[in-house]
């Protein structure tokens, strides 16, 4: 089944900046949408970005101008680089597929990872 493990993730000071990876394995990266979703404690996960299979991108409005998704799929790799981070981007950090027709409207794949830890102090 679908395999995707992200790393990256670590804790940094406001304003700081991080770059979070996804590596896939056969196809699934080049071939398929990916999406980088978030959880912090006691929200509901969110969709932060994803990159379509012809390589459009699409942010939630509060990362817009501050992170940037991207793919290299000779690496089987989506990367999101997260610069000026605040400390309101603290979560847990998710990559998947899924079938995305908006940032907030998406169906997610039903396979997740262990995700990536992302600590922003203030």
């Known amino acids: 089944q679908v395999q995707l493990v992200e790393s990256g993730g670590g804790l940094v000071q406001a304003g700081g900046s991080l770059r979070l990876s996804c590596a896939g394995s056969g196809s699934t990266i080049s071939s398929n949408a990916i999406g980088w979703y978030r959880q912090a404690p006691g929200k509901q996960r969110e969709l932060v970005a994803y990159?379509?299979?012809?390589?459009?991108?699409f942010y939630k409005d509060s990362v817009t101008g501050r992170f940037t998704i991207s793919r290299d799929s000779a690496k089987n790799t989506v990367y999101l680089q997260m610069n000026s981070l605040k400390p309101e981007d603290t979560a847990l950090y998710y990559c998947n597929t899924g079938r995305f027709y908006s940032i907030t409207y998406y169906t997610a794949g039903d396979y997740w990872g262990q995700g990536t830890q992302v600590t922003v102090s203030s």
């Open positions: 990159i379509t299979s012809r390589g459009n991108t």
